[in-house]
């Protein structure tokens, strides 16, 4: 299984943004799906990652990370094997490489090649 996003690019601060991701196969072996980012500067491996929400993939329950669920809407489509990330109001320190994740019930942490997400003041 691949993941592809999409979505990503310049924004103003202040407008909207939404990131789509999205799995090259159907499968029903997922607990989670979701949606890390770093920031410029930050280390480039996982350490440097942090959570912006992820979506419990059995009942729907979403996770924010930092407080972003006054901001940021994550949602799914289940068909598709998709998760989007809906970025309203995006502030300037959001600017970073938004990462979507899948983790699989067999095949464990899947890695999307990340998107960058740019917000100017």
């Known amino acids: 299984v691949q993941l592809e996003e999409s979505g990503g690019g310049l924004v103003q601060a202040g407008g909207s943004l939404r990131l789509s991701c999205a799995a090259s196969?159907?499968?029903?072996?997922?607990?989670?799906m979701g949606w890390f980012r770093q920031a410029p500067g930050k280390e480039r491996d996982f350490v440097g990652r942090?959570?912006?929400?992820?979506?419990?993939?059995?009942?729907?329950?979403?996770h924010y990370g930092d407080s972003l669920g006054g901001r940021f809407t994550i949602s799914r489509d289940n068909d598709k094997t998709a998760v989007y990330l809906q970025m309203n109001n995006p502030k300037p320190e959001d600017t970073a490489v938004y990462f979507c994740?899948?983790?699989?019930?067999?095949?464990?942490?899947?890695w999307g090649q990340g998107t960058q997400v740019t917000v100017a003041s």
């Open positions: 942090k959570l912006v929400a992820r979506i419990h993939w059995s009942d729907g329950s979403a």
């Open positions: 196969e159907r499968t029903n072996q997922i607990q989670d």
């Open positions: 994740y899948l983790d699989s019930t067999v095949r464990g942490r899947i």
